[in-house]
């Protein structure tokens, strides 16, 4: 089911001064500690965004921001879009030399930080030639540095195509590489999402995840704005505390991560929440698998949509629907405006049910990466975003995502995709998290190593069993390892970086 949304904004901060025009008094963020009007938070903007001019910043520069979750963050990013200047988020759970890596790559004239990133941003100001101030956030307000300087009050002249954000990837392939996103790719994006959702004004949606990520700048940020909608801030994601915030904040949606799924079944409150105010749960980032699919929708009465997307593609490229049929596995459909194919080495299109390579185009597509035309030119190829993903489209258009073309094991020439037998580790009631990565063999070059941590009491042994009868003998585990968490990134995606370094270093 779609909906008209209003599409002839040309920039951020025309959304935010137009929303704050019309419905000023109402709320639009709050945290456990303060919350703001749309008047309000537009006030602030302006504040920051005078305070970022006393220190040179202009339209089309760089600023970065290192902090944490809180609605001091969307005030800083907002007064630099006010100014026309680019947003450049690093995670704070980077350390100095990282940061500074990727303030160094996207020439960042300005960071605002935590006091322990701004110390460590100082050691290293030598690798940082283009930047002139390092703002350290004081106490629980960051943004407090910035103000007294009165107000820019009227927002940049700003085309669709400049610049908004530098999004730096993981770089979990290399370093990071900084995605170029502009007004208009947020603005498209939150059109394509924000249709199918069942989100309307005053609702309330829950940002869990981490600002430096997409996912809660467009979900969780630029969807409500568009919809006139409010936004309840965790500062961070905790399994044992998150119902009871889910029942002072009444959100009628969050955006998670599968392992974030995984987490909620058993924290506390769980058993109490199935009347809470949650109408459905979106879900990317990481494949969701069908076993923890029908176990989360089953416990809490709630729906999943389930989607999939890029930094490269601004967030999300397809969804599964609200209304309509929903497939379990299935990433959904492409959302309105996108086009998704799936190719062959060569680059031609296969037929439907066969794997091959993901890619996709829309008007939310990424400029580029910053200054890494080598990137862009294996990423970007005819007008395409090559997205390293393996998967597959059915006969009804729905998408189903099989691994990363990185993981996939070659084991004595056969194909093996991880997450199907990932999958299938995680049908069985002992398996609480599970990675399977290639194992280096001198006979069938790679074999299948499972990671897994287990409810207590429980063996292996169960497992191997569980395995052989539904996988072909090739598929099957040939080693094991039990441990208590399974690594993971920042967003909450199991890490299998730290896996792979530890099976090489035991040879």
């Known amino acids: 089911m779609y909906r008209a949304l209003q599409t002839d904004f040309e920039s951020l901060p025309q959304v935010l001064a137009v929303r704050a025009g019309e419905i000023g008094a109402e709320r639009f963020v709050r945290d456990a500690h303060r919350e703001w009007t749309y008047a309000e938070f537009q006030q ?9 001019r006393e220190l040179g910043v202009k339209q089309g520069d760089v600023v970065g921001v290192i902090l944490p979750n809180s609605p001091h963050y969307l005030e800083v990013w907002w007064g630099i879009l006010w100014l026309g200047a680019v947003f450049n988020p690093v995670n704070p759970a980077l350390t100095a030399r990282e940061a500074a890596g990727i303030l160094a790559d996207s020439e960042a004239v300005v960071a605002v930080c935590t006091p322990e990133a701004a110390a460590g941003l100082a050691e290293r100001r030598g690798e940082l030639p283009n930047l002139r101030e390092i703002v350290a956030a004081e106490g629980d307000d960051p943004a407090a540095p910035l103000r007294g300087h009165g ?11 400049d610049l908004a954000a530098f999004v730096y990837t993981s770089g979990t392939t290399g370093r990071p590489k900084g995605a170029m996103l502009g007004h208009g790719n947020f603005l498209a994006n939150a059109w394509q999402l924000g249709e199918p959702l069942p989100v309307s004004r005053g609702d309330t949606l829950g940002m869990v995840l981490p600002l430096f990520h997409v996912n809660a700048q467009l979900v969780t940020t630029v969807i409500p704005l568009v919809l006139g909608a409010q936004v309840a801030m ?30 909620l079944l ?10 809470n105010s949650l109408r459905f749960v979106i879900c990317g980032a990481a494949p969701l698998s069908p076993a923890l699919f029908r176990r989360f929708e089953e416990k809490f009465g709630l729906k999943i949509m389930e989607g999939y ?20 596995g299935s990433v959904g459909l492409p959302t309105r405006a996108q086009e998704v194919k799936v190719i062959d080495e060569s680059g031609a299109a296969v037929p439907d049910g066969t794997p091959g390579e993901v890619c996709f185009r829309g008007p939310n597509m990424m400029h580029g990466y910053y200054r890494r035309p080598d ?21 009804d258009g729905y998408f189903f995502l099989v691994d990363r073309t990185k993981d996939m094991i070659i084991r004595g020439g056969e194909n093996i995709y991880p997450r199907e037998i990932e999958d299938v580790l995680l049908e069985h009631e002992a398996v609480r998290e599970a990675a399977v990565v290639g194992r280096l063999d001198e006979v069938r070059g790679e074999e299948v190593h499972a990671v ?13 069993q569980h395995c052989r009868a539904r996988l072909a003998a090739f598929k099957v585990p040939t080693s094991w390892e039990v441990v208590e968490e399974l690594p993971k990134t920042s967003t909450g995606k199991i890490d299998k970086k730290p896996l792979r370094e530890k099976l090489a270093a035991a040879g």
């Open 452 to 464: 897994v941590a287990l409810v207590a009491g429980a063996e292996v042994a169960v497992l191997e």
């Open 234 to 263: 965790w500062e961070r994601f905790s399994a044992s505390r998150f119902w009871a915030d889910v029942a002072a904040f009444e959100p009628v949606t969050f955006s998670s991560v599968p392992t974030m799924l995984a987490a």
């Open 266 to 275: 058993h924290a506390p409150g769980a058993d109490q929440a199935e009347s």
């Open 375 to 395: 990137a862009n030119a294996e990423t970007m190829v005819d007008g395409w975003i090559r997205t390293g993903d393996v998967g597959y489209r059915d006969e």
């Open 44 to 52: 602030r903007v302006t504040e920051v965004a005078a305070g970022l």
């Open 151 to 161: 107000a820019v009050a009227n927002h940049a002249r700003i085309a669709p195509g």
């Open 309 to 328: 997307g890029l930094t490269e593609g601004t967030c999300c490229t397809t969804i599964n629907p609200f209304t309509g049929p929903r497939k379990i």
